[in-house]
């Protein structure tokens, strides 16, 4: 009776386990997913309005870019590194205003902050 007790927790604490490991895989995916999906939202905002277009830049083109995503981005906003999502609003707020260095700015601390959660130096 004792075997039979012993093996059927072993079994509860296993299951538990793999339970558990798949949900941490799972939450994993859609962090990597969320981040694969803003670090080149901000990169295109980057270049609309980097210093090549000091003279003219797309602001339009950046609003576009960040209205469309804005809805995306409220979902997956609690799987981003922590920073991130203060980055996109301080950026999507500075595009709408026009705010090119602000923009700018607050894009090149968010590449940091994604990079830094899988220890790498930069996206592909």
């Not at 469309?68 to 991130?84: A, H, S």
Request: aromatic share 10%; proline share 6%; with cysteine.
């Amino acid at each position: 009776i004792l075997a039979i007790t012993g093996g059927v927790i072993g079994q509860l604490i296993d299951s538990r386990l793999r339970r558990k490991n798949r949900r941490n895989e799972y939450i994993a995916e859609r962090e990597v997913d969320a981040c694969v999906w803003i670090y080149p939202l901000f990169k295109k905002i980057m270049q609309f309005l980097d210093h090549y277009n000091r003279k003219n830049p797309k602001f339009e083109d950046a609003k576009k870019i960040v209205r469309d995503n804005n809805d995306l981005f409220w979902e997956k906003r609690l799987l981003l590194p922590p920073g991130v999502p203060e980055c996109w609003m301080a950026c999507r707020n500075a595009v709408e205003e026009e705010n090119r260095d602000e923009a700018t700015r607050q894009a090149q601390i968010a590449f940091p902050l994604i990079c830094k959660r899988f220890d790498i130096n930069e996206f592909p």
